[in-house]
């Protein structure tokens, strides 16, 4: 391992109170820096972010484009997410996103009924900069409920 690998970052979320009360802060990897920016930039719409209104995923655009969120209709997605990563996480290259949609039947904890929602599986392979070492990272995100069933 060569440099940044090797290098702590702090955890999404940060344990603010701890860090002012110079207490220890826990601290992750590389790897698991660029997985939490990356969950961070997926789950967050534009706009929503007050500090930088650009920061975020086009996915959250598309969620109400039903013809763009059916199952086979994946390149638009992946494009999305590529560039959303491209352009904010600069510690990996040669990035490729494979995404999948499909429906998935969720239960409703409250009220104990299933639904249909839309799952959005991405699979994130890139080379780390700093190192030339593979970066693999694979989520699932559920958007729009399709339908419920009573």
Request: glycine share 6%; with cysteine; hydrophobic share 35%.
């Amino acid at each position: 391992m060569k440099g940044k690998e090797r290098e702590l970052y702090y955890p999404f979320p940060l344990d603010a109170d701890a860090l002012f009360r110079y207490k220890r802060v826990t601290q992750v990897g590389l790897k698991e820096s660029i997985n939490q920016h990356i969950e961070l930039m997926l789950q967050t719409h534009y706009g929503e972010h007050k500090g930088d209104e650009d920061f975020g995923c086009l996915l959250w655009e598309m969620e109400f484009e039903a013809p763009l969120l059916i199952a086979g209709h994946h390149d638009g997605i992946a494009s999305a997410v590529k560039q959303t990563i491209s352009r904010r996480e600069k510690r990996i290259g040669e990035i490729t996103v494979k995404a999948v949609v499909a429906e998935d039947i969720v239960v409703n904890r409250f009220f104990e009924r299933p639904s249909a929602r839309r799952k959005v599986s991405l699979h994130i392979q890139a080379v780390l900069e700093e190192s030339g070492d593979p970066y693999d990272f694979s989520t699932e995100i559920y958007i729009n409920p399709l339908t419920s069933k009573v």
